[in-house]
């Protein structure tokens, strides 16, 4: 059964920093996309950006240059660094997996609450 379990969400000030962590079992990340979202209080869920097999990565227009995705096979977790951060940013970060291979999500973890003040 695949688990993946977010951590590292909280309250930080606008230009603040957070680094957050998914973590899985059941599944092995490095044979996988995994990728991140968020979704804001009356908003549709985003994409925030993704890693892939390859360790490629793409990140959405509005976290280029502030946001950074990497892995640790090792230990089977991916982070999503966060940095110059803004109240747009506040919302419920997920991540989620797909099949070894596969481009289509079907794991989702349960979400951290990243809150951003001004």
């Known amino acids: 059964q695949v688990q993946l379990v977010e951590s590292g969400g909280g309250l930080v000030q606008a230009g603040g920093s957070l680094r957050l962590s998914c973590a899985a079992s059941g599944l092995t990340f490095s044979s996988c996309a995994v990728g991140w979202f968020r979704q804001a209080p009356g908003k549709e869920r985003e994409s925030v950006g993704v890693t892939r097999w390859s360790d490629s990565t793409n990140y959405a227009d509005s976290v280029k240059g502030r946001f950074t995705i990497s892995r640790d096979n090792a230990k089977n977790t991916v982070y999503l660094q966060m940095s110059s951060l803004k109240p747009d940013d506040t919302g419920v970060y997920y991540c989620?997996?797909?099949?070894?291979?596969?481009?289509?999500?079907?794991?989702w973890g349960q979400g951290t609450q990243v809150t951003v003040s001004s």
């Open positions: 989620a997996a797909t099949k070894p291979y596969s481009y289509e999500y079907n794991s």
